[in-house]
DNA sequence: TTACATGCAAATGCTTTGCAGTACT
DNA sequence: AGTACTGCAAAGCATTTGCATGTAA
């Protein structure tokens, strides 16, 4: 993605687009849909020549969730699992592999306790353990 | 609960019915259907008079939970969360005042995607965040 | 008595934080 | 210039582990 596009959207968010912001964006954005924790992008970036220290790469990682770039995923792992996917869906997890999937909404029919006001729900998180 | 009883269940289980073992399932069990993480069994159990070392309470509730005597929660959290409800079911969060709620399955009408066998699913996971 | 469990403290691994230095606006 | 961000290392926290001691079978 074009370097000003990626400082466009940077300030968009509120974020100074700042060189280590600019790098983890683009490396988070140069494949579509996929998964991955805060040591995946440390090694990403590093294989892309770019040194980025690991602290850095936590606090941008939970900058760009606070303003809604990327999602996470909740998934029983010791570590925490991002998603560049930051529309409604839901997930599959291949235990063999330790492998994510993900689920588009319209694949799974789902109605919720009647007890529950629809307006109050903020996220409904659905993981399929295969 | 008698300690006899709770001999029998932990020897079912191949877990030898020691004194911690006992004493932690007694805690556990004494309330129904309710969750907790391993600091909240640590100060029941003080508040009960026994003193049981953190890391024997992890071992233990470890031990517990593979032999399936208690289930894991899987929600979003610093800390492991467990259930004495081992049957089937869902979870409302309460985003505000952080707190787990039961959902039966007979609440939930979901239907998973056709491109999943249903032989393959282990578990499906339902948190609903409110 | 023999295998298994506990206690304690040290180690581990992910994540956050404090602060001095650096870079964006 | 002023403010926000980074780097680094240290701190934090939940959890696991190693080993000597204790306890169930």
Redesign the pocket.
Request: charged share 40%; hydrophobic share 20%.
């Given at each position: 993605m074009p370097y000003e596009k990626i400082?466009n959207i940077l300030?968009q968010s509120n974020?100074?687009?700042?060189?280590?912001?600019i790098a983890i964006f683009d490396i988070l954005f140069r494949q579509e849909n996929w998964h991955f924790?805060?040591?995946i992008v440390e090694k990403k970036c590093s294989e892309s020549g770019v040194?980025?220290?690991?602290?850095?790469i936590?606090?941008?990682l939970?900058?760009f969730y606070a303003k809604g770039l990327i999602s996470k995923v909740m998934i029983d792992d010791?570590?925490?699992w991002f998603d560049t996917n930051i529309s409604d869906h839901f997930h599959v997890y291949d235990t063999k592999d330790r492998k994510l999937y993900d689920v588009e909404p319209e694949d799974i029919d789902i109605s919720l306790p009647k007890s529950i006001k629809e307006d109050d729900v903020k996220k409904v998180e659905i993981l399929i353990k295969v």
């Open positions: 400082k300030r974020l100074r687009p700042t060189k280590q912001r924790s805060a040591d040194k980025i220290s690991a602290g850095t936590y606090n941008v939970n900058d010791d570590r925490s």
